[in-house]
């Protein structure tokens, strides 16, 4: 699940990181353990770019991204109950923000992860709407 994977172009715009967060807060399993996500479409790895939008590395053919926001997502626990869930305020996305902060330290030099952090909080002031 390296980064390099993923080709440039499309959504896949400067910096990316994997997708690795909990889920969102109503989501039935209550449990607040971050974990990676896979594209429920291909089954593969989801990466995050700095602008907040979701891709794998099918993003440029068969699959693609969206915006942080937008996404649903669906862990062990409700797939069994075929339920979905979205991220609904701002400070359940900043909670699942600050995990994919942590995973990004692990990954990027100390100037990308500052460009990253200050890019991503941007654009999610930016683009969130309600
Ligand atoms: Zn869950
Ligand atoms: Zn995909």
Redesign the pocket.
């Known amino acids: 699940m390296s980064v390099s994977s993923v080709p440039k172009g499309g959504l896949n715009q400067g910096v990316i990181v994997p997708l690795i967060f909990q889920?969102p807060g109503d989501?039935?399993?209550k449990?607040s353990q971050p974990k990676t996500w896979y594209h429920a479409k291909c089954g593969d790895p989801s990466f995050i770019t700095e602008f907040g939008d979701i891709l794998c590395k099918n993003h440029l053919k068969e699959c693609s991204g969206y915006f942080f926001q937008d996404a649903f997502?669906q862990?062990q626990?409700?797939n069994k109950s075929n339920t979905w869930?979205q991220y609904k305020s701002q400070t359940f996305l900043l909670l699942a923000l600050s995990f994919v902060i942590n995973a990004a330290e692990f990954i990027l030099e100390n100037n990308d992860l500052n460009n990253f952090i200050n890019q991503i909080l941007k654009q999610v002031h930016k683009r969130w709407h309600n």
């Open positions: 889920c989501c039935e399993c449990s997502f862990c626990m409700s869930y």
